[in-house]
Nanobody, 125 residues
Framework: QVQPVESGGGSVQAGGSLKLSCVAS????????MGWFRQAPGREREAVAT????????YYGDAGKGRFTISQDNSVNTVYLHMDSLKPEDSAMYYC??????????????????WGQGTQVTVSS
């Protein structure tokens, strides 16, 4: 069973940075797609970025292009999301998700069977 666990959220002023972490043990030798998604109140969950465990290939959704960087350290089963130049509109619950599949990972929420509980990011102006 894959159980992502997120950490690193918090409150920051606009223009600041945060680094989120997601620890997820992934049994077996199959590749996994790992994704960061976010959901603000009253809005649909949207993809921020994805990364493929075997190659490190990344993809950024509209929410993550330009200011966010996804990375991984497979030796500690951890995926990171580094967020720079944060804006108030980046405030949301950020979720880590995992899917045992091959690249391309895709950004559909329904394509990820394993989800963490989320970590809250609040950006004040």
């Amino acid at each position: 069973q894959v159980q992502p666990v997120e950490s690193g959220g918090g409150s920051v002023q606009a223009g600041g940075s945060l680094k989120l972490s997601c620890v997820a043990s992934r049994p077996g030798y199959s590749g996994y797609c790992m994704g960061w998604f976010r959901q603000a109140p009253g809005r649909e969950r949207e993809a921020v970025a994805t990364i493929y465990s075997h190659t490190g290939t990344t993809y950024y959704g509209d929410a993550g292009k330009g200011r966010f960087t996804i990375s991984q350290d497979n030796s500690v089963n951890t995926v990171y999301l580094h967020m720079d130049s944060l804006k108030p509109e980046d405030s949301a619950m950020y979720y880590c998700a995992a899917a045992p599949r091959v690249w391309p990972c895709g950004t559909e929420v329904s394509g990820y069977p394993y989800w963490g509980q989320g970590t809250q990011v609040t950006v004040s102006s």
